[in-house]
């Protein structure tokens, strides 16, 4: 699939590293995010030294063990799902993506029957 430019205006921060935690891109949104750090002037830096403890750590072992983690985080009102999953190229890890993604403050939660096939 291309890129075609889609993730520029996707509503959600997309940020994408390499094995060692460079920072390769970040979307619109994600320079959004961490404007106060730098915005988009963070790539080509280490996501490592954009995170305060107990996230470095982590951060450091989703690296040397790629795993996903997803969570939620609230600050002040806003809630948000952060998901952190490795990503491939012919078939090794070539780093991690982060998406963050603001939730509503009321979201509908629906729990579907599994079919029976």
């Known amino acids: 699939m291309r890129d075609d430019g889609w993730t520029e205006e996707f509503p959600a921060a997309i940020t994408v590293c390499d094995e060692q935690g460079v920072i390769l891109s970040m979307n619109r949104a994600a320079g959004e995010v961490f404007r106060k750090d730098g915005g988009r002037s ?31 985080v609230e600050k002040g009102k806003v809630k948000k799902l952060i998901h952190q999953a490795p990503w491939y190229r012919a078939g090794r890890c070539a780093g991690f993506v982060e998406l963050s993604i603001v939730l509503p403050e009321n979201m509908a939660h629906h729990v579907r029957k599994e079919s029976k096939s």
């Open 42 to 72: 963070l790539v080509g830096k280490s996501l490592l030294g954009c995170h305060p403890e107990p996230a470095r750590t982590l951060l450091a072992d989703l690296l040397k063990n790629p795993r996903v983690n997803t969570y939620i």
